[in-house]
């Protein structure tokens, strides 16, 4: 007997991982809810992220990965590579990039840059992520 609740989720991330990327074509499986429901959510965060698909795919993609790439930097002080995005992508980074300087605390950056060093691992001056 199949496991309608793990068929179910997989049909769901297949829809999301199809609806997340920007060049899949709406596609839209009968008689599969989960696989719709997926593409649509994924679609609809590809979309908060990166713009609407109507006005074009960026140069380089926003992820969450991403996100929390800026997050950090903002958390720790450090410039970051802005290269690539376009305006509707800057405005969420900012965002995320914002709420990072918010909690910046200069003593856990010294803490990390000295971490790092202790590990053979040096930082320049022009780091960009």
């Given at each position: 007997m199949r496991n309608f609740f793990n068929s179910a989720r997989e049909d769901y991330l297949?829809?999301?991982?199809?609806?997340?990327?920007?060049?899949?074509?709406?596609?839209?499986?009968?008689?599969?809810?989960?696989?719709?429901?997926?593409?649509?959510?994924?679609?609809?965060d590809y979309e908060s992220m990166n713009g609407p698909i109507i006005d074009g795919i960026p140069q380089r993609i926003v992820s969450e990965k991403v996100l929390e790439d800026f997050l950090l930097a903002g958390l720790?002080?450090?410039?970051?590579?802005?290269e690539g995005y376009n305006p509707f992508q800057l405005n969420v980074l900012a965002k995320w990039y914002q709420s990072g300087t918010e909690?910046?605390?200069?003593a856990e950056s010294d803490y990390l840059s000295n971490l790092l060093e202790d590990n053979g691992i040096v930082m320049n001056e022009n780091f960009y992520m």
């Open positions: 297949q829809g999301y991982s199809k609806g997340f990327n920007p060049y899949s074509k709406n596609i839209i499986k009968k008689n599969n809810e989960s696989f719709n429901f997926g593409f649509l959510s994924g679609r609809q720790l002080g450090l410039s970051v590579d802005t909690k910046y605390e200069p």
